[in-house]
């Protein structure tokens, strides 16, 4: 069945430092794949995009990666802050746009120390 | 625009009780979708319209029914509640269909319904 992974619950790291955080993907082959950020009692809120044709996408300090061969996706902040503090989620999608193929990974959760 | 809108934030049933959750949209949306979110499991579609009048099963659609009769609401109803349906409950929307992809979703902030 299809698996998705991200590589930890949770990430602690120091501000002004880039966080980078994975997202593993088996027995799947995604037509795109997307990041939310989701704060505490709020629901996820987008913030990238990503097709499988494209290898590096960038907005501000996020940047995001997609390596169809490794089933991978790294998605980097640099410069992290506090306000960076939030769990970050990965979904995959399928061909054909069927609503029913965005699958969502459990999140990391990423805590920016001043 | 308020985005999407649940009503209401929070809820307790006791196990048999029924209940609807509510969504609303104002952003012309054409697809609706319920998910629900527990610790360690991540989110999982429940239900989904791909426009009024349509609705279709997600991953875990036992337990639950949906209803689409106007474009902008989508409403989530538990028949008989059961106590492992205790999670938190988000409604999202979308353009849909965007060439290959689907348009980014747009998520409410979520009803957390204990059933006990």
């Known amino acids: 069945s299809q698996k998705i992974e991200q590589n930890s619950e949770a990430l602690n790291i120091q501000e002004g430092k880039t966080a980078t955080l994975t997202c593993n993907y088996t027995n799947y082959s995604p037509a795109y794949l997307q990041w939310y950020r989701q704060d505490p009692g709020r629901g996820p809120v987008f913030l990238l995009l990503?097709?499988?044709?494209?290898k590096e996408k960038r907005k501000e300090r996020l940047k995001v990666t997609f390596d169809t061969t490794l089933k991978q996706s790294l998605f980097h902040i640099t410069a992290s802050q506090p306000a960076d503090s939030a769990t970050y989620l990965c979904?995959?999608?399928?061909?054909?746009?069927?609503?029913?193929?965005?699958?969502f990974g459990k999140g990391t959760k990423l805590s920016v120390k001043p | 625009n308020a985005g999407v809108t649940q009503t209401p934030k929070f809820r307790v049933l006791k196990t048999g009780q029924s209940m609807t959750l509510l969504c609303a949209q104002d952003m012309n949306h054409e697809y609706m979708y319920w998910y629900r979110q527990d610790p360690g499991m991540g989110l999982r579609l429940i239900h989904y319209?791909?426009?009024?009048?349509?609705?279709a099963k997600g991953e875990v659609p036992d337990g639950y029914n949906v209803s689409r009769l106007k474009k902008q609401n989508f409403l989530l109803g538990l028949e008989s509640a059961a106590p492992s349906q205790t999670s938190v409950y988000f409604c999202a929307s979308n353009y849909g269909n965007r060439g290959s992809y689907n348009s980014p979703l747009h998520f409410g902030n979520g009803t957390r319904l204990t059933v006990t």
């Open positions: 979904a995959l999608g399928g061909y054909g746009g069927s609503q029913g193929n965005l699958i």
């Open positions: 990503i097709r499988e044709n494209e």
């Open positions: 319209s791909v426009g009024e009048g349509t609705t």
